[in-house]
């Protein structure tokens, strides 16, 4: 059950507020006001709570990459790719596409020096393995290591001299969608080499012999990418955005599921969310959704308390699939309400580190007639603000995020100066002068720029003040 705790707020007592609605993004449902509050010792900073969803097509076809910032989405086919290794340093995960209809089975007769002995017999009752869903690094390749030897990474081994991971193992991929050739594939697989610069060379060929062919996945061909993706007939491919642009995936995966009638789980394909490498994520659900939005800081400082149930964690699937479930009586899906996430959402913004948190809850899911999943997102994060060592002069900006019109509060601020806007990586991309010695709120139009973060710089002959907004 939820607990109805309130929470006492030191800056409601008195405080006068406007509130200002904007339209936002086509997909956007639902707008509940940016709340400004008048000016306080300690001014209360609310955000706007905004609805979203999801949409990975009929039959979950897509993998939808979702940046929590801004609502941009980027999606591949979700059978794009049969097979992935890591880009992360000192790292040798190798993940297989299970929702592209890959199985994969260890090879129990030889190590990748039989390779062209290759024998399937009996391949049906050879050991199985599936991808962590916990943990990154758990790749279906790394399920196996030998404990007894620290260097052995299952699928290799690694050299601490030379920084190379050797293979010796030998694997045979399973295909039920059209891999190489047509139809069914039986394909043996062979891990070669990881080189110290996180080049990944292998083997694969048809049990029979044929189509045999050497590759490499080369670390540059993914750089800003958490994982190089292969496709057995395509060869490379690229279904990942830049590491910068998305904090969630909306995707499918093999997960421990407890039949209907008892017994011990078994492996099912399920639908849910998984959180970019790095990211972490907590859960939350003794607390509702209006007593965590009326206090921020206490929810920020709550999650970020290590051995609590709702600490922030690296786990990829925190989010997971366990929100919803369908109820075979009345046919309909139901959705927990109540369960409440927060996401760190981490970004590097002219060459400094940027790190907000969101709180999310789910509200719909169609099912696999469209693969919607629908919930609601609110910054936690209090509205940027920023203090000059020359002068203590404070600046707001919001709506944050913004669509078309930024407002810039900077009501101690008294002079004629010059505003810059930089991308995330540093170029100026608007500059203009701006008096303020009104002392009242100044309007900056950003309908132009593209959806991203960007700093606002003011520069007056005393001060200077950096602040960053995000652009929808």
Same mark, same amino acid.
């Given at each position: 059950?939820?607990?109805?705790?309130?929470?006492?707020?030191?800056?409601?007592?008195?405080?006068?507020?406007?509130?200002?609605?904007?339209?936002?993004?086509?997909?956007?449902?639902?707008?509940?006001?940016?709340?400004?509050?008048?000016?306080?010792?300690?001014?209360?900073?609310?955000?706007?709570?905004?609805?979203?969803?999801?949409?990975?097509?009929?039959?979950?076809?897509?993998?939808?990459?979702?940046?929590?910032?801004?609502?941009?989405?980027?999606?591949?086919?979700?059978?794009?790719?049969?097979?992935?290794?890591?880009?992360?340093?000192?790292?040798?995960?190798?993940?297989?596409?299970?929702?592209?209809?890959?199985?994969?089975?260890?090879?129990?007769?030889?190590?990748?020096?039989?390779?062209?002995?290759?024998?399937?017999?009996?391949?049906?009752?050879?050991?199985?393995?599936?991808?962590?869903?916990?943990?990154?690094?758990?790749?279906?390749?790394?399920?196996?290591?030998?404990?007894?030897?620290?260097?052995?990474?299952?699928?290799?081994?690694?050299?601490?001299?030379?920084?190379?991971?050797?293979?010796?193992?030998?694997?045979?991929?399973?295909?039920?969608?059209?891999?190489?050739?047509?139809?069914?594939?039986?394909?043996?697989?062979?891990?070669?080499?990881?080189?110290?610069?996180?080049?990944?060379?292998?083997?694969?060929?048809?049990?029979?012999?044929?189509?045999?062919?050497?590759?490499?996945?080369?670390?540059?061909?993914?750089?800003?990418?958490?994982?190089?993706?292969?496709?057995?007939?395509?060869?490379?491919?690229?279904?990942?955005?830049?590491?910068?642009?998305?904090?969630?995936?909306?995707?499918?995966?093999?997960?421990?599921?407890?039949?209907?009638?008892?017994?011990?789980?078994?492996?099912?394909?399920?639908?849910?969310?998984?959180?970019?490498?790095?990211?972490?994520?907590?859960?939350?659900?003794?607390?509702?959704?209006?007593?965590?939005?009326?206090?921020?800081?206490?929810?920020?400082?709550?999650?970020?308390?290590?051995?609590?149930?709702?600490?922030?964690?690296?786990?990829?699937?925190?989010?997971?699939?366990?929100?919803?479930?369908?109820?075979?009586?009345?046919?309909?899906?139901?959705?927990?309400?109540?369960?409440?996430?927060?996401?760190?959402?981490?970004?590097?913004?002219?060459?400094?580190?940027?790190?907000?948190?969101?709180?999310?809850?789910?509200?719909?899911?169609?099912?696999?007639?469209?693969?919607?999943? *629908?919930?609601?997102?609110? @910054?936690?994060?209090?509205? $940027?603000?920023? #203090?000059?060592? !020359?002068?203590? +002069?404070?600046?707001?900006?919001?709506?944050?995020?913004?669509?078309?019109?930024?407002?810039?509060?900077?009501?101690?601020?008294?002079?004629?100066?010059?505003?810059?806007?930089?991308?995330?990586?540093?170029?100026?991309?608007?500059?203009?002068?701006?008096?303020?010695?009104?002392?009242?709120?100044?309007?900056?139009?950003?309908?132009?720029?593209? *959806?991203?973060?960007?700093? @606002?710089?003011?520069?007056? $002959?005393?001060? #200077?003040?950096? !602040?960053?907004? +995000?652009?929808?």
């Amino acid at each position: 059950m939820t607990k109805s705790l309130q929470f006492r707020h030191p800056h409601l007592r008195g405080v006068g507020v406007i509130l200002h609605h904007q339209k936002i993004m086509k997909k956007t449902h639902i707008i509940l006001g940016t709340v400004i509050a008048t000016l306080c010792s300690s001014p209360l900073k609310a955000q706007t709570v905004v609805s979203d969803s999801v949409a990975m097509g009929a039959g979950y076809g897509k993998a939808v990459y979702y940046n929590i910032r801004t609502g941009a989405e980027s999606s591949a086919p979700i059978d794009q790719w049969h097979f992935s290794h890591t880009t992360v340093s000192r790292d040798n995960c190798i993940r297989i596409n299970h929702m592209g209809g890959v199985e994969v089975y260890a090879y129990p007769k030889g190590d990748n020096s039989q390779f062209s002995q290759f024998d399937t017999t009996g391949w049906a009752s050879w050991k199985k393995f599936y991808n962590d869903i916990h943990e990154h690094e758990k790749g279906a390749l790394n399920q196996s290591p030998n404990a007894s030897n620290m260097w052995d990474f299952s699928w290799g081994v690694y050299d601490p001299t030379t920084k190379e991971v050797t293979g010796d193992s030998l694997y045979l991929l399973v295909i039920t969608t059209p891999g190489v050739g047509s139809g069914k594939s039986f394909v043996k697989f062979m891990p070669i080499k990881q080189n110290p610069n996180g080049d990944f060379i292998f083997r694969t060929a048809l049990v029979d012999g044929t189509f045999d062919k050497t590759d490499t996945l080369t670390q540059s061909s993914a750089a800003g990418k958490s994982y190089k993706y292969y496709h057995l007939a395509n060869g490379d491919v690229f279904p990942e955005p830049l590491r910068e642009d998305w904090d969630l995936l909306f995707t499918r995966y093999y997960a421990p599921t407890t039949p209907p009638g008892g017994g011990a789980p078994v492996m099912y394909p399920t639908m849910g969310v998984e959180s970019k490498r790095g990211t972490r994520v907590a859960k939350v659900t003794d607390y509702n959704w209006d007593m965590l939005a009326s206090s921020p800081k206490q929810a920020i400082a709550g999650i970020k308390i290590p051995g609590t149930p709702a600490e922030l964690n690296k786990d990829m699937t925190r989010i997971g699939g366990d929100w919803k479930s369908f109820d075979n009586t009345t046919g309909r899906w139901t959705i927990q309400t109540d369960w409440n996430y927060i996401v760190e959402s981490v970004r590097n913004i002219a060459g400094k580190g940027d790190t907000a948190y969101y709180m999310m809850s789910f509200t719909g899911f169609t099912g696999s007639s469209r693969g919607e999943s *629908q919930f609601r997102k609110l @910054l936690l994060t209090p509205t $940027a603000s920023a #203090r000059t060592a !020359l002068k203590q +002069v404070e600046v707001k900006l919001f709506p944050n995020p913004v669509q078309n019109n930024l407002m810039i509060w900077a009501p101690e601020h008294k002079s004629l100066s010059m505003v810059n806007i930089l991308a995330a990586d540093g170029r100026m991309v608007s500059q203009q002068s701006i008096d303020f010695s009104a002392g009242a709120a100044v309007n900056v139009d950003v309908t132009n720029l593209t *959806q991203g973060t960007y700093w @606002l710089q003011i520069n007056s $002959a005393t001060d #200077r003040v950096q !602040l960053p907004f +995000v652009k929808h």
